[in-house]
């Protein structure tokens, strides 16, 4: 699922990482919102509120919807650079600490959360769009930029798109090229709208502490792939 990247990546690998990280992605956007009021998984929005604020010379707003896009943006810088480190050393780790990263800062803002909502609910929101940009970048990278988690304003941009060129493409590979991305795509949609509703009820359970299912799947999914990894290399020596 993480471990395989670009031309080694099956559409088995895309669907099983595209399935956990948009789960993942929309758990964290829901909680996110619902905690602090702020949208944590994609920074469109947040550019125009900078924008507007910076307009109205309203400076502390416009700084802080600026380190909100900041925040995306180094997230996404730490995590490639961190795979193209391991890309260089050992391939197959590449994906290990930007993961892990990821799941400490949802388990860290899951359990000491509830406090930075009451005394600085902006740390709240930069340490998510900073976990919410590494996930971006790593999956991105990964796939050769089949696969994007956090956000749905490109998806649904793409499926329109192929959607149409189902209309004209009448030779069976493209149209099964069509069907495989479109599926690809709806089962991130779908995905990121099932770990919104877990996300929306576990919240409204457990508050910010629901943050820490969204660091148990990633964690599962690392050990899942570990074992894996663990398994082919045995058979690979008993066959050698």
Do not use: C
Not at 125 to 146: D, H, K
Not at 169 to 193: C, E, G, P, V
């Amino acid at each position: 699922m993480f471990s395989h990247k670009g031309k080694t990546r099956t559409e088995k690998h895309n669907l099983a990482i595209a399935s956990l990280l948009s789960f993942v992605a929309g758990l964290v956007n829901v909680v996110g919102f619902f905690s602090v009021n702020t949208l944590t998984t994609n920074v469109t929005g947040h550019f125009a509120f900078f924008i507007d604020e910076a307009f109205h010379r309203n400076i502390y707003l416009a700084f802080n919807a600026a380190f909100y896009v900041f925040s995306f943006f180094v997230g996404a810088f730490f995590s490639s650079f961190v795979v193209e480190i391991y890309l260089r050393r050992r391939e197959n780790l590449m994906y290990v600490i930007p993961t892990l990263v990821e799941a400490f800062i949802l388990i860290g803002i899951g359990l000491s959360g509830s406090w930075l909502v009451e005394n600085n609910p902006d740390i709240v929101a930069f340490a998510l769009l900073f976990a919410m940009g590494m996930q971006n970048a790593l999956v991105t990278t990964i796939s050769n930029a089949v696969v994007r988690t956090t956000h749905l304003t490109g998806l649904f941009t793409d499926m329109g798109i192929e959607f149409s060129q189902l209309f004209f493409y009448r030779d069976r590979a493209n149209r099964i090229k069509l069907l495989k991305s479109i599926r690809l795509r709806l089962t991130i949609i779908w995905m990121f709208f099932a770990g919104g509703i877990a996300g929306g009820y576990l919240h409204s359970e457990f508050g910010l502490n629901a943050l820490l299912f969204g660091a148990f799947l990633l964690l599962a999914g690392l050990l899942l792939d570990f074992i894996k990894i663990r398994i082919l290399l045995r058979r690979h020596a008993n066959n050698v």
